[in-house]
């Protein structure tokens, strides 16, 4: 879905994350994440580089908070693919941010695509599968949910969703402002 937002909407910037996971085949350091062990992670941390973090799965998992201040001052719409633990801090640093839950249709097809995937061990997959029906218990805090039954069904809700972000008064006042100069004139 990440990919195919991406696709659709070149406004939209993703963060890469910082992670001390193993690099799966074919993914690339600074592109998928950004790769360090657990020592460079927790100094990383400790000197407050980090908007949120969290420990998901057996990893820590990260986002730079000097990359999103960046973007946020470009005026740049930014994703975070992050968990509701990240989602919370970040509502608390940022407490317009919008917040999207994609929901599977059940635990047992999320463990199908997560086998389908064939990037993970049957023992990461059993782990994730575990903390799912908690994390799930989080949907709530979150603006949006998108019912990921069907991906393409699910990626037009997901484009809809930042398309109306987008619309809102105070969003277009700041990127468009010459468009409302003619109401402040007497």
């Not at 801090?89 to 997560?114: C, H, K, N």
Request: hydrophobic content about 40%; charged content about 30%; glycine content about 8%.
């Amino acid at each position: 879905m990440v990919r195919g937002l991406l696709q659709r909407d070149a406004q939209v910037q993703l963060s890469v994350s910082y992670t001390t996971r193993e690099r799966r085949p074919g993914e690339e350091d600074g592109r998928d994440y950004h790769f360090v062990d657990v020592g460079t992670f927790r100094a990383l941390r400790d000197a407050g580089e980090f908007l949120e973090w969290a420990e998901v799965h057996g990893n820590y998992y990260a986002t730079s908070k000097v990359w999103i201040r960046e973007q946020m001052n470009a005026g740049r719409d930014i994703l975070l693919e992050i968990d509701w633990q990240g989602a919370q801090q970040v509502r608390r640093a940022f407490p317009d941010a919008v917040g999207v839950f994609i929901l599977p249709p059940s635990l047992e097809e999320l463990e199908a695509r997560l086998r389908g995937r064939g990037t993970d061990s049957d023992e990461v997959i059993a782990r994730r599968l575990l903390g799912a029906r908690g994390e799930m218990r989080h949907v709530g805090e979150f603006d949006y949910v998108i019912l990921n039954e069907e991906l393409a069904t699910a990626l037009d809700d997901l484009v809809a969703v930042v398309r109306a972000v987008r619309l809102r008064y105070a969003k277009q006042r700041v990127r468009h402002p010459h468009y409302f100069e003619y109401l402040e004139q007497d």
